[in-house]
Structures are given as C-alpha cells and as structure tokens.
C-alpha cells in the first residue's frame, strides 16, 4: 500500500504525513522516528468509541518500540471539547509523569485531535503531540494545519494555540467503522477543498464518488469488511472485486486533500488577518459563513459540522453567481458533487433571518468585518468583505435556497 510523506514547512515547524491502509500497527516505529529520542512516555488521548476499536493496537505497538504509554479517554461527543476535559487531560498528562520531551498520541476525530493538541500546548508550556485521526474529517482537515482548541461558553473554536504536531499518521482502514454521517461530513470538507483548489481534484472526487457513493461498499472494501462494532455482522468479502483500487484511490484522494492544505498552511501558518489574495489560509473557510450559521441557530444540535459546509459550499456557489463573479458551471458542478457525498440533513423551518443574524459571528474570527470566500471560478477562490456583497443579494439567494432545502 503506497504510503505518502508530505512535508509541511510551516515557521518553525515541518512534519510529515504517512497515509496508507492497515499501517495502524506501524505506530510505535513511526512515533519514535517522529519524536526526539528521549522521549519515554506517551499518553493516547482517546474516547471510549474509538479507544474501543483501534487503542489496543495503537497501545500494543508504541510499547513495543519502548515507550511507556498511558490513556486519557475523554467523554465522545463535541460538548466535551471543553477546558473542563483539558484541565483534566493535563491532570492525567501530570499524573504520568510527563515531561517536557515526552508526548501526547490523538486517538480519533477531529475532537480528540484539538482537544489533545490543545493539552499538549499548555502542558509545560508546550509538549510533543502525534495525529493519529480516526475519521474522515479529521484525516483531510483537523489533523493538518496546527489549529487545536476547545469550545467555551461565548463560542466555538476561539480558544486555542496554534501547535503542529510531530506527525500525522493516517490509516483509511479506520473509516471501515466510521459512522454513515460522519462520512458523509468528511465528504463535505473534501468538496469544499475540491471546489477552491480547482477542476483536476473535483474531477477526482467525482471518480471516487461514483454515480452513487455508497457506504456499504466502502466497507466492504477496506479492513476486512467486517464492523467490529457489529461483530456478529458476516460480510462476503471475497464478492468485491475492485477492493485494491478502490483503497488505493482513497489512499491517494485523502493524500492529495491533506497535501492541499498542506500547501496553503504552509505558505499562511498562522492565517494572516491581512492577507485578502486566494491562497490565504482563510480560503480554507469557503462554505463556512453560512455553515456556521446553521449550526448556530440550530445550537450545534442538528448539522454535523461537515453536514453545514455541504450546504454552504452551494450557498458560496450560488451567491458567487449572483454577484457575477462566476457562471452557473460552477453551481452545477458543485451541486453535482454534493449530491453523491450522502444524505444532508433536510433544512425544515429555518429561519432566514436568524441566520443572516448569526452570519454577524463570523466576524469575531475575521478583524471586525464579515469577510466571504466566494469563487470567481472552481479553483479561483475570492475574499469579499461585506461592503462588497449587497446585502439584498444575499437575503434574496439564501430564501431561495431555504426553501429548496426545507
Ligand atoms: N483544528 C482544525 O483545523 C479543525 C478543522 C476542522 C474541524 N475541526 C474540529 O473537528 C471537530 C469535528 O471532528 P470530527 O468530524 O472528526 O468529529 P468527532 O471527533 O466528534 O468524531 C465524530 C464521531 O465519530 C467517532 N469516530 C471517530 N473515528 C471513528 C472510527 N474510525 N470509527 C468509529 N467511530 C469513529 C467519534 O467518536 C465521534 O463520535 C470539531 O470540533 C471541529 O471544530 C478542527
Ligand atoms: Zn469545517
């Protein structure tokens, strides 16, 4: 199984991405050459879900190769993204005896992933962490890039550090046990990189996707086809024909994903506030505006995360093209794509303007000011402010389109 190294330059950091299929157990070689040579003890931050799965393969091969591993298994669930569960992650990190160059492994999603790499920065002013993500959102976005964080009661994501860590290693056979949603919200995040890096990677996706993207078949085709949260579930693996390419393809569609925005972190670790042109980090946020609207006046109950960016990726489309900024080709190849990723959740009796609202708080991230990434083509990615974007012209899209998704 091809596995692929990418290396980030980031401004004081660079580390590489190993992605492949069934390199789960290669975990313990892989740490010690990614972390300095005195480093003695790990502890897995995990969840029970994912700890339940894949901990005792990650724990068995670390000490092999001679670390002294721990667990911290935080509550599942995005509530637990909070400074209760880190204060409690550094207790245990303390408990350990960890020290200034021993590390933290991230176990998971991308709540694991930030939590655990938010724990690692304060611990002692700043420890190792390695990614190890479980889901398809973490493997192409979270674990990439250094942002880490938790949640507080005046908002999502605006507590952190940056902090990369020392490595990421992904292994797709992971997602054999990934919940339908939560695939489908990965599939989202990838749309939404397709649609700002441009025609080849959105083609690609297409292919991967196929006419109709189906779960069951992904399954089968990756670790042994069997659901080991379903044990008693028997899967007639030898019926699939295509297994190695379609893995392969999934192999290379997540690497060419994290490479992406491997490349634009690199050239905007730290997302300047400044920078306005198309490979600013900020681009990163297409589709997020109104997704993060959604979530909001759904109180974060509703939408996966990535189940938002799937609706704001068409709402960014349409709205790109009312301004003129680009042709109805992009709204369709967008709508195409979206289609294939699952089922999106049905938008009901959302309230227009309450979103429109909650688009105001979007501005704690971005200088005062609403800024919108918009598409001057597929791959041509715009910052407008919001001086620039008549707001008729979005009350007018964002009813048309909540009545076609009601
Ligand atoms: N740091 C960043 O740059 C960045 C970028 C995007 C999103 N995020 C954050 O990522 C979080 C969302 O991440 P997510 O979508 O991975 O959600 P998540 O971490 O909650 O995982 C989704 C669910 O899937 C389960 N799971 C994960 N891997 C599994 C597997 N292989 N098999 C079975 N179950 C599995 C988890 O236990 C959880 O119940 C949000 O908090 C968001 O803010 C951060
Ligand atoms: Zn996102």
Same mark, same amino acid.
């Given at each position: 199984?091809?596995?692929?190294?990418?290396?980030?330059?980031?401004?004081?950091?660079?580390?590489?991405?190993?992605?492949?299929?069934?390199?789960?157990?290669?975990?313990?070689?892989?740490?010690?050459?990614?972390?300095?040579?005195?480093?003695?003890?790990?502890?897995?931050?995990?969840?029970?879900?994912?700890?339940?799965?894949?901990?005792?393969?990650?724990?068995? $091969?670390?000490?092999?190769?001679?670390?002294?591993?721990?667990?911290?298994?935080? =509550?599942?669930?995005?509530?637990?993204?909070?400074?209760?569960?880190?204060?409690?992650?550094?207790?245990?990190?303390?408990?350990?005896?960890?020290?200034?160059?021993?590390?933290?492994?991230?176990?998971?999603?991308?709540?694991?992933?930030?939590?655990?790499?938010?724990?690692?920065?304060?611990?002692?002013?700043?420890?190792?962490?390695?990614?190890?993500?479980?889901?398809?959102?973490?493997?192409?976005?979270?674990?990439?890039?250094?942002?880490?964080?938790?949640?507080?009661?005046?908002?999502?994501?605006?507590?952190?550090?940056?902090?990369?860590?020392?490595?990421?290693?992904?292994?797709?056979?992971?997602?054999?046990?990934?919940?339908?949603?939560?695939?489908?919200?990965?599939?989202?995040?990838?749309?939404?990189?397709?649609?700002?890096?441009?025609?080849?990677?959105?083609?690609?996706?297409?292919?991967?996707?196929?006419?109709?993207?189906?779960?069951?078949?992904?399954?089968?085709?990756?670790?042994?086809?069997?659901?080991?949260?379903?044990?008693?579930?028997?899967?007639?693996?030898?019926?699939?024909?295509?297994?190695? $390419?379609?893995?392969?393809?999934?192999?290379?569609?997540?690497?060419?994903?994290?490479? +992406? =925005?491997?490349?634009?972190?690199?050239?905007?670790?730290?997302?300047? $506030?400044?920078?306005?042109?198309?490979?600013?980090?900020?681009?990163?946020? +297409?589709?997020?505006?109104?997704?993060?609207?959604?979530?909001?006046?759904?109180?974060?109950?509703? +939408?996966?995360?990535?189940?938002?960016?799937?609706?704001?990726?068409?709402?960014?489309?349409?709205?790109?093209?009312?301004?003129?900024?680009?042709?109805?080709?992009?709204?369709?190849?967008?709508?195409?794509?979206?289609?294939?990723?699952?089922?999106?959740?049905?938008?009901?009796?959302?309230?227009?303007?309450?979103?429109?609202?909650?688009?105001?708080?979007?501005?704690?991230?971005?200088?005062?000011?609403?800024?919108?990434?918009?598409?001057?083509?597929?791959?041509?990615?715009?910052?407008?402010?919001?001086?620039?974007?008549?707001?008729?012209?979005?009350?007018?899209?964002?009813?048309?389109?909540?009545?076609?998704?009601?």
């Amino acid at each position: 199984m091809p596995n692929v190294k990418i290396r980030i330059s980031g401004r004081d950091s660079a580390y590489k991405i190993k992605i492949g299929s069934g390199i789960l157990s290669d975990v313990g070689p892989w740490a010690a050459a990614a972390l300095k040579r005195d480093c003695g003890r790990i502890v897995i931050v995990s969840n029970p879900t994912v700890f339940q799965l894949y901990g005792e393969t990650v724990d068995r $091969s670390l000490t092999a190769a001679g670390f002294t591993v721990s667990r911290f298994l935080m =509550k599942d669930g995005e509530i637990h993204k909070s400074f209760k569960t880190a204060e409690a992650a550094l207790s245990a990190f303390s408990e350990a005896g960890m020290t200034r160059t021993d590390a933290v492994v991230a176990l998971g999603g991308g709540v694991v992933g930030d939590l655990a790499g938010f724990a690692a920065a304060m611990f002692l002013r700043g420890i190792a962490f390695l990614q190890v993500p479980t889901s398809l959102l973490a493997m192409i976005d979270s674990s990439v890039g250094g942002k880490t964080g938790v949640n507080t009661a005046f908002g999502k994501n605006l507590v952190g550090a940056f902090h990369q860590p020392a490595g990421v290693l992904i292994d797709v056979e992971t997602l054999a046990t990934l919940p339908r949603r939560e695939l489908t919200a990965g599939l989202c995040e990838m749309v939404k990189h397709a649609a700002i890096s441009g025609r080849p990677l959105l083609e690609r996706t297409n292919n991967f996707l196929g006419p109709e993207f189906d779960i069951s078949n992904l399954r089968y085709q990756i670790g042994d086809g069997v659901n080991p949260l379903k044990s008693k579930e028997k899967v007639k693996f030898s019926k699939i024909k295509d297994q190695s $390419s379609k893995v392969k393809n999934l192999v290379d569609l997540i690497s060419e994903n994290v490479a +992406f =925005k491997a490349k634009i972190v690199a050239g905007d670790e730290r997302e300047s $506030s400044k920078r306005m042109d198309g490979r600013s980090r900020k681009v990163l946020n +297409f589709g997020h505006t109104l997704a993060h609207a959604l979530e909001k006046v759904t109180e974060y109950k509703y +939408f996966k995360h990535g189940e938002a960016v799937g609706y704001g990726v068409l709402f960014a489309a349409e709205l790109s093209k009312s301004l003129a900024l680009c042709d109805e080709n992009v709204v369709k190849s967008l709508n195409d794509v979206v289609q294939r990723v699952g089922i999106l959740p049905v938008l009901g009796n959302i309230d227009g303007n309450e979103v429109l609202e909650a688009f105001k708080f979007d501005k704690k991230h971005i200088s005062g000011s609403l800024q919108m990434i918009l598409l001057k083509a597929i791959g041509k990615p715009v910052i407008l402010t919001e001086k620039d974007i008549p707001r008729a012209t979005v009350q007018k899209v964002l009813k048309k389109l909540l009545q076609k998704w009601a």
